[in-house]
């Protein structure tokens, strides 16, 4: 197979397990190419994309970026902070000002979920969904599994624990759908508040030990606690939180076996996980940035049909 199924990347859902094995087949050559004395190819040169950014990020938009001028793309970037839409102009508005210029593909983070499906029914031009609210993060969850791989070569039969805000978590959503599709037993760890109600029907394992999660997997991928989408509170602190699903150096090395550590970042030290986690010998957090890259390069050259 060398074509993806689809037209866009809306979401990991909509991917078959073939979609998913060719896209980290093809990252492999380009993590070559971007390790190379020269790394970029002329792979995408007359296409226009442009990186349409209404919510903060550093990772994915510098990854984007990157990607797309490795490949030799024109890109123009757009930061709604900075915008029309701060005078109140709709999306589709925004969107089709930008189309007008001509693009030809579109990458967009946006805080509503849905967005890049709503968007992919209204213009012609190719849809890259960059996180659209707490639905899903497609690029990150095959940054991730690309990750898995080169770490622990096939991924069918592997372990992955997800510890902490489900709820809130498009990274979540997107990782359960993608790991289950390559073969991946998949397990959520975290409060009951933190885990939705439909959560049990993912096929997804459920754990509110984090010792007893630790144990069973062979990776943890340890999540932030979002507080800018909760409008509630879903624990008593902070403090409790980290007490109770918090992974630090004693409890990861008291461990029966070695496990892999992920983090899909930004990361809050000293919640979630510790520095001395983060920085160890067990954390691959580092290289999930560095492949995002060789992933989206991938997406991008994939989608735009040059393969
Ligand atoms: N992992 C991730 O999406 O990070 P950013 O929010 O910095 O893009």
Request: glycine fraction near 6%; charged fraction near 25%.
């Amino acid at each position: 197979m060398t074509k993806l199924s689809t037209k866009h990347l809306l979401g990991i859902k909509d991917l078959t397990s073939e979609d998913i094995r060719l896209i980290l087949n093809t990252a492999d050559n380009f993590k070559d190419v971007i390790n190379r004395q020269i790394k970029k190819v002329p792979s995408l040169r007359d296409i226009t994309i442009a990186n349409l950014f209404f919510e903060n990020s550093t990772r994915t938009k510098l990854s984007f970026e990157l990607a797309e001028k490795r490949l030799s793309a024109d890109v123009v970037n757009f930061a709604s902070s900075s915008s029309s839409v701060k005078k109140g102009e709709t999306l589709i508005d925004t969107v089709n000002n930008i189309l007008a210029m001509k693009v030809d593909l579109v990458v967009m983070r946006h805080p509503n979920p849905g967005a890049a499906v709503f968007l992919s029914k209204h213009i012609d031009a190719k849809i890259i969904n960059a996180g659209d609210g707490a639905h899903e993060h497609p690029t990150q969850a095959l940054l991730d599994a690309f990750s898995i791989q080169e770490k622990l070569g096939e991924i069918k039969g592997k372990r992955v624990v997800i510890v902490g805000d489900i709820l809130h978590s498009r990274v979540a959503l997107s990782n359960i759908f993608c790991l289950q599709k390559l073969g991946a037993e998949v397990m959520v760890c975290g409060p009951t508040t933190l885990l939705p109600k439909y959560i049990g029907s993912l096929g997804v394992k459920i754990e509110h030990n984090l010792r007893k999660a630790l144990e069973w997997c062979d990776v943890a991928n340890m999540l932030r606690i979002q507080l800018e989408r909760q409008e509630i509170k879903y624990f008593p602190s902070l403090r409790e939180y980290t007490m109770l699903y918090g992974l630090d150096k004693n409890l990861l090395d008291s461990l029966s076996k070695k496990i892999v550590i992920m983090h899909p970042g930004p990361i809050n030290r000293g919640v979630e996980i510790t520095s001395d986690v983060a920085d160890s010998d067990q954390s691959i957090i580092l290289e999930q940035v560095e492949n995002g890259v060789a992933v989206r390069m991938a997406v991008l050259f994939l989608l735009a049909g040059r393969n």
